[in-house]
């Protein structure tokens, strides 16, 4: 309530001004009826937890820039999409921790999410505010080979094994992707290093190779590009069954040498 004072000269009522005064009281009211003016994080990009293909995410609260009352912040998510908007409803609510600094939110999606602020103050008012998180898988796959591996050649003395034979049951958190392997040697012993000193889809192995043990390296990537490696020993063997070819019947004479084999 302010009080407002009048005071009437001589002019307006034939008596001295002193003695001409009115009192009127008069009621303001203040409202605020604007929400308050707040200012998002900026864009992160975050990545994949080791162990699945979501991300974790903690984002500070919004900086408050204008407000004459506390604001109570609330947060949401949801999948970012090229023609729609940041808004906060139909945001999703699950797996938000809130944090003294912020908000602790995990299971992001992989790829681009809209993080959707709502700052409310004391009179109801609020304003909402977005920004971006992307999340990406920079997780390594974790690669398991076979600790030792038998390759036998085949009739022409040479051997074609594809990588991910190698594999023993190798995995990744958001998928694998391709197997490579290559020779260690470079495949010197089978004069062959135009085609073994490169990660291929097979190695290859030949009779300079029996009875050899020969390390073997086996790439294994994932769909976002990582990849991890481990090694494999290659116990190169022969298992084909000789072909023994005689020469054509002779007629000899009694006085042939026999103990002559040329």
């Not at 809130?98 to 103050?121: A, K, Y």
């Not at 074609?160 to 190698?166: Q, Y």
């Amino acid at each position: 309530i302010a009080r407002r004072h009048r005071h009437i000269g001589k002019k307006e009522s034939g008596m001295p001004s002193p003695f001409n005064i009115y009192t009127h009281n008069q009621l303001l009211k203040v409202v605020d009826d604007r929400g308050p003016v707040i200012a998002c994080p900026n864009a992160m990009v975050v990545s994949t937890d080791v162990w699945s293909c979501t991300g974790t995410v903690i984002v500070p609260f919004p900086t408050i820039l204008r407000e004459c009352s506390k604001v109570h912040f609330e947060v949401g998510y949801k999948i970012k999409s090229a023609s729609g908007t940041p808004t906060f409803e139909g945001t999703s609510k699950q797996n938000i921790t809130r944090l003294p600094n912020g908000f602790m939110i995990t299971g992001l999606p992989l790829d681009s999410n809209w993080v959707i602020f709502r700052g409310t103050d004391e009179c109801g008012n609020f304003t909402d505010c977005a920004t971006e998180v992307i999340v990406k898988d920079q997780v390594p796959p974790v690669p398991v080979c076979d600790q030792k591996t038998v390759v036998s050649l085949t009739l022409d003395g040479t051997a074609k094994i594809e990588a991910f034979t190698f594999d023993d049951r190798s995995h990744d958190n958001c998928g694998i992707s391709l197997f490579e392997a290559k020779r260690m040697d470079n495949g010197l012993p089978c004069n062959d290093t135009l085609r073994s000193r490169n990660w291929a889809p097979y190695v290859y192995f030949c009779c300079a190779d029996i009875n050899k043990t020969i390390m073997v390296s086996l790439r294994v990537w994932d769909h976002s590009g990582n990849f991890n490696v481990c090694m494999i020993e290659v116990d190169v063997q022969d298992k084909t069954i000789p072909l023994v070819v005689c020469p054509p019947d002779i007629t000899v004479s009694c006085s042939y040498d026999f103990t002559s084999y040329d």
